[in-house]
Nanobody
Framework: QVQLAESGGGLVQAGGSLRLSCAAS????????MGWFRQAPGKEREFAAS????????YYAGSVKGRFTISRDNAKSTVYLQMNSLKPEDTAVYYC??????????????????????WGQGTQVTVSS
């Protein structure tokens, strides 16, 4: 069982930055790919970024590439999402997710909801214009 707890959301003006954190419980964090997804009101949950178990491979949605950076610290069982140059359309609840431990797949696979076994409760990000 893995529990995920996101933090770092808030209200920011367009062009600003936020860093989200996701702390994981359990001893298997280091063997899991991690992802960040987001869901705006009235819309489906969508992929934002993913990172493999070691941190050596990352993948981004086109809408955030070049502005968001995903990273992880396996010693702290934490994954981060640094969000720069925020836009009003980035407003959403942001969720982190953990894949099953010990699995290895393509970057595009980890852009899908079905790749993940555990989800956090989400943190609200609101970008004002």
């Amino acid at each position: 069982q893995v529990q995920l707890a996101e933090s770092g959301g808030g209200l920011v003006q367009a062009g600003g930055s936020l860093r989200l954190s996701c702390a994981a419980s359990g001893r298997t964090f280091g063997s899991r790919a991690m992802g960040w997804f987001r869901q705006a009101p009235g819309k489906e949950r969508e992929f934002a970024a993913s990172i493999n178990w070691s941190g050596g491979s990352t993948y981004y949605a086109g809408s955030v590439k070049g502005r968001f950076t995903i990273s992880r610290d396996n010693a702290k069982s934490t994954v981060y999402l640094q969000m720069n140059s925020l836009k009003p359309e980035d407003t959403a609840v942001y969720y982190c997710a953990a894949s099953p431990g010990g699995t290895y797949a393509s970057a595009t696979y980890y852009a899908t909801l079905g790749a993940y076994e555990y989800w956090g409760q989400g943190t609200q990000v609101t970008v004002s214009s």
